[in-house]
């Protein structure tokens, strides 16, 4: 095994693509933890991280569609949900460049 910070900043900095292509920032975090777990030191503790946010915020965004039409609450939700796609990504990728543990909140322990 090998310690390669780079490629566990760019794990987390890869959720972004979601605003770009729609789907690569679950794909790509996919691949690379699937790929690398075995491989690079932290990767499985990362990756882990990064499939059970997207999975949560996944459910939240479903959880959200129908409330939308309960006062425009889910709008809200969603709008939550977007600030927590773009700011917690970026938080961890700092985490990681300096060695620390990724937290992301509201995740559901889903891949354990």
């Known amino acids: 095994m090998k310690e390669d910070k780079q490629l566990l900043v760019l794990t987390h900095l890869s959720q972004l693509l979601d605003f770009v ?6 794909i790509v975090p996919l691949v690379l933890w699937l790929t690398k777990k075995d491989d690079v ?54 985490k990681a460049s300096n060695n620390e543990l990724p937290n992301y909140p509201l995740s559901i322990k889903i891949i354990k």
């Open 21 to 26: 292509t729609g789907i690569g920032g679950f």
């Open 41 to 94: 030191i932290g990767m499985d503790e990362h990756g882990k991280a990064i499939l059970n946010f997207r999975i949560s915020m996944f459910i939240y965004i479903l959880i959200c569609i129908p409330l939308i039409l309960l006062l425009g609450l889910g709008i809200l939700g969603l709008i939550a949900i977007g600030f927590f796609y773009l700011i917690f990504p970026i938080i961890n990728a700092i």
